[in-house]
């Protein structure tokens, strides 16, 4: 068996090798009866390349598969050990960083605080951040370096182009990460990264066309057309947080005005519940922060409305409103068979929900809207996770 932290070049190196293994690894465990029907490959080249992979110490079978008449089939799965990585995910506020193998098993994990902190701090501590999971034990075993930033990100370059939370732009994460530590760098956007993350491991795989709508401090989108991320031509697409929902409305981060992402974003949240108390409405949000409304954040708007609130069941409700706006125009452009809501904002879901389905139903074309199926996701930071492994570990087959 090869060293299991290298990957052969020989076993990966054709189209239909990386197929296969990220089919596997995928889908894993998985039968080579299966792997064929879902690749298109013939069973003959699919029963060659497995055992060379296995011969490799790429994949190894796994199980007895469940009875379906005639022979129980092999159950083939990846090597978890096949890749270790180092994932770092700069969050609005905090930093972390994970020693991650290709079986998505956390060996490390760091965390680092990073709120009100500029730039050139927040690039040091993605150093440290790095540095200190490359030293770890398991860590010089690390092939390659992958990075979850907030914003818009042009991913082959690995140019982050402007994070709202870093207050950065156009920031070379890739170059400056490959010259400093001699290893391929992979950056994704969370929304894209928390996309594939949900697509490829959840239950949404056997969906061709889907769009995730994630809304935190941020709003942001990743498009799955026929099973595959759609990145457009200059790899932005996705911005539905940056599409006008109102021409009168509040200055947005990327410096527009009325900006989906200004008018529903959990920031727009916290802004217009700070707006309602300063203009004389009383809420317990404003007890909750002795009055300081420079301490109000989304927690507090929903443990008010858990509370029974009605200020803050009314901002819940008129932010629903404006994502409801959001859903039916992504419905209307991509007609999507799936619009998985995530971020932070689920928090809120109970709220939300009713409000929300009524303005989709109002504004989505019926023909568009009639199959699509609307959902929500608490599990976004996780998918971002398996998001970016997944990222990597294609990269890492592809090269
Ligand atoms: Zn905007």
């Known amino acids: 068996m090869e060293g299991v932290n290298t990957i052969n070049s020989k076993a990966v190196g054709g189209l239909n090798?990386?197929?296969?293994?990220?089919?596997?690894?995928?889908?894993?465990?998985?039968?080579?009866?299966?792997?064929?029907?879902?690749?298109?490959?013939?069973?003959?080249?699919?029963?060659?390349?497995?055992?060379?992979?296995?011969?490799?110490?790429?994949?190894?079978?796994?199980?007895?598969?469940?009875?379906?008449?005639?022979?129980?089939?092999?159950?083939?799965?990846?090597?978890?050990?096949?890749?270790?990585?180092?994932?770092?995910?700069?969050?609005?506020?905090?930093?972390?960083?994970?020693?991650?193998?290709?079986?998505?098993?956390?060996?490390?994990?760091?965390?680092?605080?990073?709120?009100?902190?500029?730039?050139?701090?927040?690039?040091?501590?993605?150093?440290?951040?790095?540095?200190?999971?490359?030293?770890?034990?398991?860590?010089?075993?690390?092939?390659?370096?992958?990075?979850?930033?907030?914003?818009?990100?042009?991913?082959?370059?690995?140019?982050?182009?402007?994070?709202?939370?870093?207050?950065?732009?156009?920031?070379?994460?890739?170059?400056?990460?490959?010259?400093?530590?001699?290893?391929?760098?992979?950056?994704?956007?969370?929304?894209r990264a928390m996309a594939l993350g949900a697509y490829h491991y959840g239950p949404y795989r056997d969906i061709?066309?889907?769009?995730?709508?994630?809304?935190?401090?941020?709003?942001?989108?990743?498009?799955?057309?026929?099973?595959?991320?759609?990145?457009?031509?200059?790899?932005?697409?996705?911005?539905?947080?940056?599409?006008?929902?109102?021409?009168?409305?509040?200055?947005?981060?990327?410096?527009?005005?009325g900006c989906l992402e200004a008018m529903a974003s959990e920031s727009a949240l916290v802004n217009i519940t700070v707006k309602s108390i300063n203009d004389g409405e009383s809420s317990l949000v404003s007890e909750m922060v002795k009055g300081d409304m420079d301490a109000i954040r989304p927690k507090h708007i929903y443990a008010a409305a858990e509370e029974g609130d009605l200020l803050a069941i009314k901002m819940l409700q008129h932010v629903a409103k404006y994502i409801g706006m959001g859903a039916a125009n992504i419905i209307n452009i991509f007609n999507p068979q799936l619009v998985l809501i995530g971020g932070g904002i689920v928090k809120g879901r109970v709220f939300m929900e009713e409000t929300m389905m009524q303005v989709i139903k109002e504004r989505a074309l019926a023909s568009c809207y009639s199959l699509a199926r609307i959902e929500f996701s608490s599990e976004g930071r996780q998918d971002a996770l398996k998001g970016i492994v997944d990222v990597v570990m294609e990269g890492i087959f592809l090269r």
């Open 17 to 191: 090798e990386s197929l296969i293994v990220n089919t596997i690894r995928r889908r894993g465990p998985i039968s080579r009866v299966d792997i064929a029907k879902l690749t298109g490959l013939t069973a003959p080249t699919v029963t060659n390349i497995s055992g060379k992979l296995i011969e490799h110490g790429l994949i190894h079978e796994y199980m007895v598969g469940e009875y379906s008449g005639g022979r129980r089939p092999v159950l083939l799965k990846v090597n978890s050990e096949i890749a270790n990585m180092i994932i770092v995910d700069i969050r609005s506020k905090e930093m972390i960083g994970y020693l991650i193998n290709g079986g998505l098993e956390i060996k490390e994990q760091t965390c680092y605080d990073i709120q009100h902190l500029k730039e050139e701090k927040i690039l040091s501590l993605l150093e440290n951040t790095i540095e200190q999971c490359y030293s770890s034990e398991n860590g010089k075993l690390a092939l390659a370096i992958g990075i979850i930033v907030r914003g818009p990100v042009m991913s082959r370059e690995g140019l982050s182009l402007f994070s709202p939370s870093a207050g950065w732009r156009n920031v070379p994460l890739k170059y400056l990460v490959e010259k400093q530590f001699q290893l391929p760098v992979f950056v994704e956007n969370d929304m």
């Open 208 to 257: 061709k066309n889907a769009v995730f709508l994630g809304v935190g401090g941020g709003i942001g989108s990743g498009i799955i057309l026929n099973g595959e991320l759609y990145r457009g031509l200059g790899d932005s697409a996705g911005e539905i947080g940056h599409t006008v929902v109102d021409v009168d409305g509040p200055l947005c981060s990327c410096g527009n005005y």
